[in-house]
């Protein structure tokens, strides 16, 4: 019997681990209501002091996929990352492209998928990155990544910290 609610126990606690985690082939939902669900993104975002981090792309886009697998296997980054960002996928694809949403965000799409839009918990636009810039050789650079997310999270934004 021990060994049963042990076992459950470590089924729970891996699942609840692992349950933010989406399939490497189903990131992107392209037919999430992306203007609703970004409003959401941005009340949650408000409420926990955090930005939002937009990663444009879509499950066709290989790059897309790198780029959330990569994150996803550097724990200071997945750490990083859900310290400072609520974190969104917005779908870009031949089913929905959201270009009403990425017109509003400046046109991010100019730099290729993925690209990291971040915005205030007000939901204005504070940076667009261009992730190739982010690469390293067939992947992506771990110090490049968490210096990014380092340099526009709320805290680096802080205007008490440069008087």
């Not at 060994?3 to 933010?20: E, N, P, R, S």
């Not at 915005?119 to 650079?141: C, M, V, W």
Request: charged share 25%.
């Amino acid at each position: 019997m021990k060994k049963l609610i042990f076992l459950l126990i470590a089924v729970i606690t891996f699942g609840a681990a692992h349950a933010q985690h989406k399939s490497i082939d189903s990131i992107y939902n392209p037919n999430a209501d992306a203007r609703a669900d970004l409003a959401a993104v941005i009340k949650k975002a408000a409420a926990e002091n955090k930005h939002v981090m937009l990663q444009i792309g879509g499950n066709w886009c290989i790059w897309c996929r790198r780029l959330y697998k990569f994150i996803g296997e550097h724990p200071k980054l997945e750490e990083e990352q859900n310290r400072y960002y609520v974190v969104y996928h917005l779908n870009y694809s031949k089913e929905n492209k959201n270009l009403d949403i990425l017109k509003d965000l400046g046109f991010p799409q100019r730099f290729g998928f993925p690209v990291l839009v971040i915005l205030d918990a007000k939901g204005n636009r504070l940076h667009t990155q261009n992730t190739g810039i982010l690469e390293a050789a067939d992947s992506y650079d771990e110090k490049k990544i968490l210096d990014m997310l380092r340099q526009w999270s709320p805290m680096a934004l802080d205007p008490t910290l440069y008087r």
